[in-house]
Nanobody, 124 residues
Framework: HVQLVESGGGSVQAGGSLSLSCVVKGSPARPYCMGWFRQAPGKEREGVAAIADNGATSYADSVKGRFTISRDNAKHTLYLQMNSLKPEDTAMYYC???????????????????WGQGTQVTVS
């Protein structure tokens, strides 16, 4: 049984920084692709950043230059460093993982089969 456990959310003022973590538990294999998604109230969930097993990264245009995704395979952990946060970054942030090669876009939520419960990020 695979579990993704996020942590690191919270409240911060605009311009501040937060760092999110996601630990993958119970997976027999290293996830091929991992990503961060977010959903704001009244909006659809959107892809924020993704990182493949080879380290290749993808970012939504809205976060490029401000967010950095990384992974530590030895620790089975995914990270998201968020800098220069804006009120529009306020959302529930979800970690996702997929053990098979992603055929479509790495920021497409339909590509992922494993999801965490989410961690709230609020920027005021």
């Amino acid at each position: 049984h695979v579990q993704l456990v996020e942590s690191g959310g919270g409240s911060v003022q605009a311009g501040g920084s937060l760092s999110l973590s996601c630990v993958v538990k119970g997976s027999p294999a290293r996830p091929y692709c991992m990503g961060w998604f977010r959903q704001a109230p009244g909006k659809e969930r959107e892809g924020v950043a993704a990182i493949a097993d080879n380290g290749a990264t993808s970012y939504a245009d809205s976060v490029k230059g401000r967010f950095t995704i990384s992974r530590d395979n030895a620790k089975h952990t995914l990270y998201l460093q968020m800098n220069s946060l804006k009120p529009e970054d306020t959302a529930m942030y979800y970690c996702a993982a997929e053990n098979r090669p992603v055929v479509g876009g790495p920021l497409d939520e339909d590509e992922y089969s494993e999801w965490g419960q989410g961690t709230q990020v609020t920027v005021s």
